[in-house]
């Protein structure tokens, strides 16, 4: 066998473990990741409905601390009320 | 006759119910639409709601249905021999399980991807919320309780398992982080930690673990003291967040699924073995009869509720195409069916090369059922000697895969719970009960914990079978529930909901049944805390069967009117 064959199954070989490890992760780490990403989120809503207090009609004693991250949190606020089951926000101009 | 003979069958059957009955559903009863765009597309945020391959998808749908319950009921119910088991699970899974597991995707895939629950609310009513709630209650309570009585079992009977179960929890957390932080393939560290839980398996063998010693000394039996321990075990566990132990624990769990299903198709091929069992037992007097009795000892691997909650909650987010739900759905049900055929080969064939004497091992019901575990690891274990692995390490082998099934599915079930409980209390307005995780937590574990060691304590308890198959009465009650709302909802779009009825009136007739027969038994055996137990869930059997036929018949009456607020509101924007 020349040299060249040999670095050709090499590169087949690596590009076949590639596909396998890739398939692998999609099967079985994809579902961990994904939990782990919801459990982050599930903590970002929490800290999104503590700085939006006010949106609720409930006073926020830190508005003023945390306005600088208000910006911050109008980017995905969209998403945010849909997957809380609101259709729509209720606010004019910030979002929908 | 040859095990291998029995499988190519079964497998061929499931092969010809996937080509022309899932197609025919999903063409004439489900009509799906390739075109339709799905909630993972029109609702995408990258978490619950992801577009994902058909043939991956059905990966996680698999690994998230099965688990040891496909495995214990058909171990107890080969009790009647291996004909009505095997007839049950392949019927059940073509015409029943793949219906229902199908139809469950492809409602919720209509509706935003809504799970089961919320869709019971629209369809039928209000009231069919909290009976959801309360079925799902019972369902949850039974199957920690049975669960915890099954690890229990095997600890007992296969110590060498208990140190590498216990080695498994560090280790899962010990390959998540790895996982997490490198963020590099997942494949070599998987193959490592496999490789070092089997490993670990030579050490069990060397260091048994019995607490028996302890158990005397506490003056109670050792089943007892490891129900104890192990509901101990989950109110810890139950409270950590899902990424430290439960998912990666999940993930070593989908690796062993696949490698035991392995075993024990190439074991059977490998071996030639024979089933020994006879294809109709004959069952001593007294013995509760096959009909109507093996349709609750199996539940999962013939049609199980739980599948409707995976489908509606998970699998649904994640469809990339509608029509790729018959292939997630009708699928994941064969797999299931599969495990059971597994199951049911390990106890009349496997195991014969383990023990010579089957009608030793099922000679009466309350044997079956207490040895029906055991049965499958011997049988597994029978199956691997096959393939070279020493007999005994083997067996252990086996008892490890279902400890860790049964041991994840606790953590989840406690889990569950507590959020069942918290929403029946918001319901009741028990606000202490509602805004306390500590006291939620420990009426979660409490209720099972009382169930699996109450009267006479854990081993001198309920005939093990008898409490599987009021766990397989809840489960058949929920898989009732979705097949209602997937008959509502092909009723109402005009299609022929026949397919879908069949199996629902057949699975309310023989669960009801069983449950007044063993009402009858209970009452005249003076069991008051199963007959009250058992006559609650015939009240929610006769709830669930009124509201589905009041349901039906509003959509019988009126076809076309849409069921569901977003068909309402779907509708109103055409007019």
Known sequence: MRPSDVEGWRIRAAGAWRRVERFHDELFVAPWRQGLEREARRQGDVLRALLLLEAFGVDNPVAYETLDLVPQLVADLHEWHLRLGQERFGDPGVCC | MPAIVVALVVLAVYLLGYRYYSAYLAKKVYALDPAFITPAHELRDGVDFVPTNKHVLFGHHFTSIAGAAPIVGPAIAVFWGWGPALAWVVLGTVFAAGVHDFGALAVSVRHRARSIGTLAREVINKRARTLFLLIIFFLLTLVNAVFAVVIATLFIATPQAVLPIVLEIPLAIAIGQYIYRTR??????????????????????????????????????????????????????????????????????????????????????????????????????????????????????????????????TSSKQLDKETDARHVGYLGAVGEGSLALGSILACTAGVAAATTDWERLYADFATASDGAVGNFTAGVGAFAGNLGVPATTAAVFAAVVVISFAATTMDTGVRLQRYIIQEIAEIARVRVIARNVTVVTTLAVLIPLGMALLPGGGDEGYTFGVLWQLFGT??????????????????????????????????LSMTTWALWINLGNFIEAGDWVLAPLDAIIFVLAAWLIVEAAMALLRAWRRPGEPAYADDQEAKAGEQ
């Open chain 2, 474 to 507: 809840t489960n058949q009650l929920t898989a009732g529930l979705a097949l209602a709302v997937v008959a509502v909802w092909v009723t109402r779009n005009s299609r022929n909901p026949i397919a879908v009825l069949v199996p629902l009136v057949f699975l």
């Open chain 2, 184 to 313: 590099s393939p997942a494949l070599v560290p998987s193959i490592v930690g496999v490789i070092l839980l089997y490993l670990s398996i030579g050490l069990g063998q060397l260091l048994p673990i019995s607490l028996a010693p302890v158990a005397d000394a506490l003056g109670i039996g050792e089943r007892a003291l490891w129900v104890i321990l192990l509901f101990a075990y989950t109110f810890v566990a139950s409270r950590i967040p899902v990424w430290v132990l439960l998912q990666p624990r999940d993930y070593i769990n989908s690796h062993q699924l696949f490698i035991a299903l392995g075993v024990i198709l190439l074991g059977i091929l490998v071996g030639m073995d024979r089933i020994v069992a006879p294809v109709v037992n004959d069952v001593p007097e007294g013995s509760p009869s096959w009909f109507p009795f093996l349709f609750i000892t199996i539940a999962c691997g013939a049609i199980s509720g739980f599948h409707s909650l995976v489908s509606s909650g």
